[in-house]
């Protein structure tokens, strides 16, 4: 397609059907996929929280790992399951669980990549202000107050199989600097007009190619340190997927910047939609 792979205000110059305004269900024969994840990655606790559509197919989700390896997770297909993810707001009631969280959302980057004859699109937001409890079975209850979150929108047209990895975190500097990074391949994962960000005291700019390892224990000059995992195996009669995603710790480098400390997630997807 025409002026793609495109990035920043050039993506609202392109005069395609994105969000916040309503897109077609189809496009040709590929059905509209569509999600929103938030995650809050912080040295006490991490979570996500999600709310997608492929075509007809609604799923929700939620995990919540700590540092000593323990997980709570839920995921539902075609139903809310007690999980709302909307701007500014998550919350999840159930399974003993409650995420009560405000999100002060900032300015994304917004991506558009082609898709052979169709197209997809990508906003994220990285050291987000989030503030919230998050209360767990039992009673034990985390306070979270600062700018610990990520928030990745996404919508599009994607090939029948999509196959992708991706790291999302936030952190310090060594110099004392926020720091936050999204990276990937396999999607918007072009030489230049990617989605790949460095956010440097809330200014994000585009960073090279990191490869992931084979294993996900590093991307680029990133060395990850697994807590725990959520994996989903989904297999429904137009749905099939496999997916991991760690959290956990992060140190090394990320787009010439040296980390004091770093937390949040990488991920393999591998998706038949």
Known sequence: MDGLPARGPAVRQLGLALPP???PVMRGTRPLKRWRYVGV???????????ARVGPIPMRWWAVALPGGELYERTTTGRRGGVTVEPGRV???????????????IDGVETVSPAGNHYTWTRKQACVPVRGTV????????RIDGPHGF?????GYH????????????GTSEDGRSVGWNLVEGV???ARGSERRLWLDGEPREVDPAPFAADLSSVGGLRFTEWSAREDHTNLLVLRSD??????TFEGEVGGVRLREGYGVVEEHDVRW
């Open 151 to 155: 928030v990745d929108d996404s919508a």
């Open 135 to 142: 209360r767990l079975e039992g009673g034990e209850e985390h």
């Open 41 to 51: 990655y912080t040295s006490e606790l991490m979570l996500c929280v999600g709310d």
């Open 188 to 190: 918007h994962d072009s």
């Open 91 to 105: 919350l999840v009631e159930t399974a003993g669980v409650r995420i009560d969280l405000k999100v002060d959302e």
């Open 159 to 170: 090939p029948r199989r999509t196959s992708w990895r991706w790291s999302a975190g936030v």
């Open 243 to 248: 997916y991991r995603q760690p959290f956990g």
């Open 21 to 23: 305004a309503r897109m």
